[in-house]
Protein backbone atom coordinates (compact mmCIF):
# COMPACT_ATOMS: atom_id res chain seq x y z
CA UNK A 1 0.00 0.00 0.00
CA UNK A 2 1.18 3.19 -0.67
CA UNK A 3 2.71 5.24 2.05
CA UNK A 4 3.35 2.44 3.94
CA UNK A 5 6.96 0.47 4.21
CA UNK A 6 6.85 -2.43 2.22
CA UNK A 7 7.34 -5.87 3.84
CA UNK A 8 9.71 -7.03 1.61
CA UNK A 9 11.08 -5.79 -1.95
CA UNK A 10 9.65 -8.66 -3.66
CA UNK A 11 6.20 -7.52 -2.07
CA UNK A 12 6.41 -3.77 -3.60
CA UNK A 13 7.18 -4.97 -6.76
CA UNK A 14 4.30 -7.52 -7.34
CA UNK A 15 1.91 -4.65 -5.59
CA UNK A 16 3.37 -2.30 -8.04
CA UNK A 17 2.23 -4.65 -10.49
CA UNK A 18 -1.32 -5.38 -9.55
CA UNK A 19 -4.00 -4.03 -11.38
CA UNK A 20 -6.97 -2.20 -10.24
CA UNK A 21 -9.63 -5.25 -11.75
CA UNK A 22 -12.77 -5.63 -11.49
CA UNK A 23 -14.60 -8.81 -12.65
CA UNK A 24 -13.32 -12.70 -13.42
CA UNK A 25 -11.49 -14.65 -15.87
CA UNK A 26 -12.05 -13.55 -19.71
CA UNK A 27 -14.06 -10.72 -18.43
CA UNK A 28 -11.47 -9.21 -16.25
CA UNK A 29 -11.79 -5.51 -16.78
CA UNK A 30 -8.43 -3.33 -16.14
CA UNK A 31 -10.16 -0.27 -15.00
CA UNK A 32 -7.19 1.64 -14.07
CA UNK A 33 -5.61 1.28 -17.64
CA UNK A 34 -9.02 2.00 -19.14
CA UNK A 35 -9.63 4.96 -17.10
CA UNK A 36 -5.93 6.28 -17.94
CA UNK A 37 -5.68 5.76 -21.58
CA UNK A 38 -9.50 7.05 -21.70
CA UNK A 39 -8.82 10.27 -19.86
CA UNK A 40 -4.86 10.64 -21.39
CA UNK A 41 -7.10 10.44 -25.08
CA UNK A 42 -9.60 12.92 -24.32
CA UNK A 43 -6.57 15.39 -22.91
CA UNK A 44 -4.74 14.36 -26.32
CA UNK A 45 -7.92 15.76 -28.49
CA UNK A 46 -8.39 18.84 -26.46
CA UNK A 47 -5.14 19.65 -26.33
CA UNK A 48 -4.96 20.07 -30.18
CA UNK A 49 -8.28 21.13 -30.24
CA UNK A 50 -7.59 24.14 -28.42
CA UNK A 51 -5.16 24.83 -30.66
CA UNK A 52 -7.29 24.50 -33.81
CA UNK A 53 -10.17 27.24 -32.15
CA UNK A 54 -7.15 29.57 -31.13
CA UNK A 55 -5.24 29.29 -34.68
CA UNK A 56 -4.43 32.80 -36.25
CA UNK A 57 -3.10 33.48 -40.00
CA UNK A 58 -1.37 35.98 -38.13
CA UNK A 59 1.84 35.75 -35.73
CA UNK A 60 0.96 32.30 -33.92
CA UNK A 61 0.98 31.64 -29.91
CA UNK A 62 3.88 29.30 -28.75
CA UNK A 63 1.22 26.46 -28.61
CA UNK A 64 0.21 26.97 -31.81
CA UNK A 65 3.86 27.07 -33.46
CA UNK A 66 4.17 23.64 -31.38
CA UNK A 67 1.40 22.15 -32.91
CA UNK A 68 1.41 23.06 -35.66
CA UNK A 69 5.07 21.76 -35.40
CA UNK A 70 4.01 18.20 -34.41
CA UNK A 71 1.10 18.28 -37.66
CA UNK A 72 3.71 18.96 -40.15
CA UNK A 73 6.88 16.34 -38.87
CA UNK A 74 3.61 13.51 -38.79
CA UNK A 75 2.74 15.00 -42.44
CA UNK A 76 5.68 14.84 -43.69
CA UNK A 77 6.27 11.09 -42.30
CA UNK A 78 2.90 10.23 -43.84
CA UNK A 79 4.00 12.25 -47.41
CA UNK A 80 7.40 10.14 -47.69
CA UNK A 81 5.99 6.63 -47.97
CA UNK A 82 2.62 6.85 -48.54
CA UNK A 83 1.46 8.22 -51.61
CA UNK A 84 -2.40 7.84 -51.87
CA UNK A 85 -4.70 9.99 -50.52
CA UNK A 86 -3.56 10.87 -47.02
CA UNK A 87 -6.54 12.34 -45.64
CA UNK A 88 -7.67 9.56 -43.59
CA UNK A 89 -3.89 8.24 -42.34
CA UNK A 90 -2.62 11.32 -41.71
CA UNK A 91 -4.70 11.87 -38.65
CA UNK A 92 -4.40 8.38 -37.40
CA UNK A 93 -0.64 8.73 -37.07
CA UNK A 94 -0.97 11.74 -35.46
CA UNK A 95 -3.26 10.85 -32.77
CA UNK A 96 -1.74 7.66 -32.72
CA UNK A 97 1.68 9.67 -31.88
CA UNK A 98 0.22 11.89 -29.10
CA UNK A 99 -1.39 9.44 -27.70
CA UNK A 100 0.84 6.92 -27.27
CA UNK A 101 3.64 9.69 -26.26
CA UNK A 102 1.16 10.60 -23.54
CA UNK A 103 0.33 7.50 -22.05
CA UNK A 104 4.09 6.78 -22.03
CA UNK A 105 4.73 9.90 -20.21
CA UNK A 106 2.87 8.41 -17.08
CA UNK A 107 5.88 6.73 -16.77
CA UNK A 108 7.57 9.70 -15.52
CA UNK A 109 5.33 10.57 -12.55
CA UNK A 110 6.81 10.12 -9.35
CA UNK A 111 6.09 6.07 -8.59
CA UNK A 112 3.87 6.16 -5.64
CA UNK A 113 1.68 9.19 -6.42
CA UNK A 114 -0.82 7.67 -8.35
CA UNK A 115 -1.18 5.08 -5.71
CA UNK A 116 -1.01 7.50 -2.96
CA UNK A 117 -3.76 9.31 -4.69
CA UNK A 118 -5.75 6.45 -5.75
CA UNK A 119 -5.71 5.14 -1.82
CA UNK A 120 -7.16 8.59 -1.20
CA UNK A 121 -10.50 7.25 -2.74
CA UNK A 122 -10.07 3.38 -1.32
CA UNK A 123 -8.19 2.11 -4.45
CA UNK A 124 -5.15 0.35 -3.51
CA UNK A 125 -3.60 -0.62 -6.82
CA UNK A 126 -3.27 1.33 -9.58
CA UNK A 127 -1.21 1.04 -12.36
CA UNK A 128 -0.76 4.34 -14.00
CA UNK A 129 1.18 3.74 -17.29
CA UNK A 130 -1.69 2.28 -19.82
CA UNK A 131 0.92 0.93 -22.24
CA UNK A 132 2.67 -1.38 -19.40
CA UNK A 133 -0.36 -3.02 -19.74
CA UNK A 134 -0.26 -5.68 -23.41
CA UNK A 135 -4.18 -5.30 -23.27
CA UNK A 136 -3.84 -1.64 -24.27
CA UNK A 137 -0.93 -2.34 -26.95
CA UNK A 138 -2.48 -5.54 -28.29
CA UNK A 139 -5.76 -3.38 -29.15
CA UNK A 140 -4.09 -0.64 -30.47
CA UNK A 141 -1.91 -2.99 -32.62
CA UNK A 142 -4.80 -5.10 -33.60
CA UNK A 143 -6.85 -1.61 -34.75
CA UNK A 144 -3.98 -0.83 -37.02
CA UNK A 145 -4.31 -4.44 -38.26
CA UNK A 146 -7.93 -3.67 -39.47
CA UNK A 147 -6.58 -0.52 -40.76
CA UNK A 148 -4.11 -2.06 -42.98
CA UNK A 149 -6.59 -4.89 -44.48
CA UNK A 150 -8.97 -1.72 -44.94
CA UNK A 151 -6.19 -0.24 -46.91
CA UNK A 152 -5.73 -3.77 -49.01
CA UNK A 153 -9.27 -3.79 -49.96
CA UNK A 154 -9.40 0.04 -50.86
CA UNK A 155 -6.36 -0.24 -52.83
CA UNK A 156 -6.54 -3.70 -54.70
CA UNK A 157 -10.59 -4.47 -53.97
CA UNK A 158 -11.39 -8.22 -53.15
CA UNK A 159 -10.60 -9.57 -56.13
CA UNK A 160 -6.98 -8.23 -56.28
CA UNK A 161 -6.68 -8.55 -51.99
CA UNK A 162 -7.38 -12.41 -52.17
CA UNK A 163 -5.02 -12.91 -55.88
CA UNK A 164 -2.13 -11.36 -53.73
CA UNK A 165 -3.19 -13.69 -50.56
CA UNK A 166 -2.78 -16.84 -52.38
CA UNK A 167 -0.02 -15.96 -54.89
CA UNK A 168 2.21 -13.06 -53.52
CA UNK A 169 5.63 -14.57 -53.27
CA UNK A 170 5.99 -17.68 -54.87
CA UNK A 171 3.94 -17.55 -57.83
CA UNK A 172 0.46 -18.27 -59.66
CA UNK A 173 1.05 -22.53 -59.75
CA UNK A 174 -2.13 -24.10 -57.95
CA UNK A 175 0.48 -26.26 -56.15
CA UNK A 176 1.88 -23.66 -54.37
CA UNK A 177 -1.49 -21.70 -53.50
CA UNK A 178 -1.45 -23.26 -50.00
CA UNK A 179 2.24 -22.19 -49.01
CA UNK A 180 1.63 -18.52 -50.34
CA UNK A 181 -1.42 -18.43 -48.08
CA UNK A 182 -0.02 -19.63 -45.00
CA UNK A 183 3.25 -17.38 -45.57
CA UNK A 184 0.81 -15.07 -45.94
CA UNK A 185 -1.47 -14.75 -43.24
CA UNK A 186 2.21 -15.35 -40.64
CA UNK A 187 3.24 -12.12 -42.52
CA UNK A 188 -0.12 -10.37 -41.56
CA UNK A 189 -0.14 -11.90 -37.98
CA UNK A 190 3.10 -11.47 -37.14
CA UNK A 191 2.90 -7.77 -37.62
CA UNK A 192 -0.03 -6.26 -34.73
CA UNK A 193 2.25 -8.92 -32.15
CA UNK A 194 5.70 -7.38 -32.89
CA UNK A 195 3.92 -4.16 -32.83
CA UNK A 196 2.40 -4.35 -29.23
CA UNK A 197 5.14 -6.58 -27.98
CA UNK A 198 7.69 -4.04 -28.30
CA UNK A 199 5.45 -1.18 -27.03
CA UNK A 200 4.92 -3.54 -24.38
CA UNK A 201 8.26 -5.01 -23.17
CA UNK A 202 9.55 -1.16 -23.27
CA UNK A 203 7.37 0.30 -20.91
CA UNK A 204 6.92 -2.85 -18.53
CA UNK A 205 10.83 -2.78 -18.40
CA UNK A 206 11.24 0.63 -17.67
CA UNK A 207 8.23 0.42 -15.22
CA UNK A 208 10.37 -2.30 -13.64
CA UNK A 209 13.56 -0.69 -14.13
CA UNK A 210 12.01 2.46 -11.91
CA UNK A 211 10.83 -0.03 -9.56
CA UNK A 212 14.47 -1.26 -8.63
CA UNK A 213 15.83 1.78 -8.13
CA UNK A 214 12.53 2.93 -5.91
CA UNK A 215 13.98 0.16 -3.82
CA UNK A 216 16.96 1.80 -2.96
CA UNK A 217 15.62 4.17 -0.85
CA UNK A 218 12.64 1.87 0.67
CA UNK A 219 15.64 0.78 2.72
CA UNK A 220 15.53 4.06 4.35
CA UNK A 221 16.23 3.71 8.28
CA UNK A 222 17.35 7.28 9.82
CA UNK A 223 20.65 9.38 8.81
CA UNK A 224 22.91 6.54 8.52
CA UNK A 225 25.85 6.29 6.44
CA UNK A 226 24.26 3.30 3.85
CA UNK A 227 20.85 4.84 4.60
CA UNK A 228 22.65 8.04 2.93
CA UNK A 229 24.66 6.14 0.46
CA UNK A 230 21.77 4.21 -1.04
CA UNK A 231 19.23 7.47 -0.56
CA UNK A 232 21.55 9.50 -2.84
CA UNK A 233 22.44 6.23 -5.39
CA UNK A 234 18.13 6.24 -5.77
CA UNK A 235 18.48 9.75 -6.32
CA UNK A 236 20.68 9.80 -8.93
CA UNK A 237 20.07 6.70 -10.41
CA UNK A 238 16.50 7.75 -10.83
CA UNK A 239 17.65 10.99 -12.57
CA UNK A 240 19.80 9.16 -15.17
CA UNK A 241 16.87 6.49 -15.57
CA UNK A 242 14.10 9.05 -16.60
CA UNK A 243 16.23 10.94 -18.79
CA UNK A 244 17.01 8.16 -20.52
CA UNK A 245 13.31 7.12 -20.73
CA UNK A 246 12.51 10.54 -21.97
CA UNK A 247 13.92 9.55 -25.09
CA UNK A 248 12.84 5.82 -25.11
CA UNK A 249 8.96 7.13 -24.75
CA UNK A 250 9.08 9.17 -27.53
CA UNK A 251 11.33 6.69 -29.84
CA UNK A 252 8.32 3.97 -29.02
CA UNK A 253 5.14 6.33 -29.72
CA UNK A 254 7.04 7.59 -33.18
CA UNK A 255 8.17 3.78 -33.88
CA UNK A 256 4.13 3.05 -33.52
CA UNK A 257 3.65 5.63 -35.73
CA UNK A 258 5.59 5.30 -38.28
CA UNK A 259 5.12 1.41 -38.25
CA UNK A 260 1.53 2.30 -38.78
CA UNK A 261 2.27 4.12 -42.05
CA UNK A 262 4.97 1.78 -42.92
CA UNK A 263 2.58 -1.41 -43.08
CA UNK A 264 -0.31 1.03 -44.47
CA UNK A 265 2.17 1.67 -47.52
CA UNK A 266 2.95 -1.63 -48.18
CA UNK A 267 -1.14 -2.06 -48.02
CA UNK A 268 -1.62 -0.25 -50.73
CA UNK A 269 1.48 -1.32 -53.05
CA UNK A 270 0.60 -3.79 -55.55
CA UNK A 271 3.38 -6.73 -56.20
CA UNK B 1 9.91 -29.77 -1.64
CA UNK B 2 12.09 -26.83 -0.76
CA UNK B 3 14.99 -28.30 -2.42
CA UNK B 4 12.20 -28.25 -5.80
CA UNK B 5 11.79 -25.06 -5.25
CA UNK B 6 15.61 -23.98 -4.67
CA UNK B 7 16.14 -26.07 -8.17
CA UNK B 8 13.36 -24.17 -9.82
CA UNK B 9 15.07 -20.66 -8.55
CA UNK B 10 18.91 -21.45 -9.52
CA UNK B 11 17.91 -22.27 -12.70
CA UNK B 12 15.42 -19.26 -13.45
CA UNK B 13 18.42 -17.14 -12.07
CA UNK B 14 20.19 -18.87 -14.84
CA UNK B 15 17.84 -18.51 -17.70
CA UNK B 16 17.50 -14.71 -16.53
CA UNK B 17 21.34 -14.30 -17.08
CA UNK B 18 21.09 -15.81 -20.31
CA UNK B 19 18.18 -13.58 -21.29
CA UNK B 20 19.44 -10.19 -20.33
CA UNK B 21 23.10 -11.42 -21.37
CA UNK B 22 22.49 -12.92 -24.82
CA UNK B 23 20.13 -9.66 -25.69
CA UNK B 24 22.33 -6.96 -24.83
CA UNK B 25 24.88 -8.76 -26.48
CA UNK B 26 22.75 -8.78 -29.73
CA UNK B 27 21.85 -5.06 -29.16
CA UNK B 28 24.97 -4.02 -28.58
CA UNK B 29 26.72 -5.40 -31.59
CA UNK B 30 23.66 -4.34 -34.10
CA UNK B 31 23.51 -0.61 -32.42
CA UNK B 32 27.14 -0.62 -32.72
CA UNK B 33 27.15 -1.88 -36.41
CA UNK B 34 24.71 0.86 -36.94
CA UNK B 35 26.18 3.57 -35.15
CA UNK B 36 29.28 3.29 -37.02
CA UNK B 37 27.95 3.29 -40.65
CA UNK B 38 25.80 6.12 -39.55
CA UNK B 39 29.19 8.16 -38.64
CA UNK B 40 31.05 7.25 -42.20
CA UNK B 41 28.17 7.99 -44.13
CA UNK B 42 27.66 11.59 -41.91
CA UNK B 43 31.13 11.96 -42.79
CA UNK B 44 31.00 11.33 -46.11
CA UNK B 45 27.74 12.87 -47.03
CA UNK B 46 26.99 15.71 -44.33
CA UNK B 47 23.95 16.94 -46.17
CA UNK B 48 22.43 14.04 -45.54
CA UNK B 49 22.44 14.12 -42.04
CA UNK B 50 18.99 15.25 -41.17
CA UNK B 51 17.57 12.54 -43.33
CA UNK B 52 19.66 9.51 -41.77
CA UNK B 53 19.54 10.49 -38.32
CA UNK B 54 15.46 9.75 -38.23
CA UNK B 55 16.10 6.82 -39.76
CA UNK B 56 18.92 5.90 -37.49
CA UNK B 57 16.32 6.59 -34.37
CA UNK B 58 14.06 4.55 -36.13
CA UNK B 59 16.36 1.70 -36.03
CA UNK B 60 17.78 2.09 -32.60
CA UNK B 61 14.20 2.00 -31.16
CA UNK B 62 13.65 -1.28 -33.24
CA UNK B 63 17.04 -2.80 -32.61
CA UNK B 64 16.51 -2.22 -28.94
CA UNK B 65 13.22 -3.61 -28.47
CA UNK B 66 13.72 -6.66 -28.67
CA UNK B 67 16.31 -6.65 -26.05
CA UNK B 68 14.18 -4.98 -24.03
CA UNK B 69 11.16 -7.62 -24.27
CA UNK B 70 13.69 -9.55 -23.05
CA UNK B 71 14.32 -7.45 -20.14
CA UNK B 72 10.96 -7.26 -19.00
CA UNK B 73 10.21 -11.43 -19.45
CA UNK B 74 13.04 -11.77 -17.22
CA UNK B 75 12.41 -8.85 -14.85
CA UNK B 76 9.29 -10.79 -14.63
CA UNK B 77 10.21 -13.91 -14.10
CA UNK B 78 12.67 -12.54 -11.00
CA UNK B 79 9.64 -10.88 -9.25
CA UNK B 80 6.77 -13.04 -9.98
CA UNK B 81 8.06 -16.74 -11.06
CA UNK B 82 5.04 -18.12 -12.98
CA UNK B 83 6.74 -21.81 -12.44
CA UNK B 84 6.83 -20.98 -8.61
CA UNK B 85 2.94 -21.28 -8.61
CA UNK B 86 2.36 -24.86 -8.44
CA UNK B 87 4.16 -25.00 -4.64
CA UNK B 88 2.21 -22.00 -2.90
Redesign the interface.
Known sequence: MAGQAPESS?EY??HH?EHFKVGEGFWTWHIDTMFMSILLGIVSILLFWSASRKATSGVPGKWQAFVEMVVEFVDNQVKEVFHLDRSFLAPLALIIFVWVFLMNAMDLLPLDLPGLIASQFGIHYWRVVPTADANTTFAMSITVLIVVIYFSFKAKGAGGFAHELVTAPFGANPLLWIPNFVLNIVELLSKPVSLA??L???M???E??FMLIALLGATWAGFTFSSSLSMAGQVIMGAAWAIFHIL?IT??A??FM?LTIVYSAMATEAH | MEQYIAQIQSFTALGLGLIIGLGAIGACIGIGIMGSKFLEAAARQPELIPTLQGRMFLLVGLIDAAFLIGVALAMFFAFANPLLANFS
Open positions: TITLMRFGNYAGLVILQFIV
